[in-house]
């Protein structure tokens, strides 16, 4: 694991902490570095040539794996 340090504003880690529901500033940048990286993978999944049908319920489905 590599360890890296972010330069962030006051309100930038408040704001982290609200969109990502948590109280601990190294978990909410953890959680929303989380997001994005789905995101991003998602994104490029719909770009493939062809059609890729995606269930939009995967927020769902997320949870559901986190609680098992």
């Excluded at 340090?5 to 902490?17: G, N, S, V, Y």
């Excluded at 999944?45 to 927020?59: A, F, I, T």
């Amino acid at each position: 694991m590599m360890q890296t340090a972010l330069d962030l504003t006051d309100r930038e880690i408040e704001d982290l902490k609200r969109w990502s529901a948590c109280q601990d500033a190294e978990v909410a940048v953890r959680k929303t570095f989380d997001e994005f990286l789905r995101y991003l993978r998602r994104r490029q999944l719909l770009e493939l040539p062809g059609k890729v049908e995606m269930d939009d319920s995967w927020r769902e489905l997320d949870d559901a794996e986190t609680k098992a």
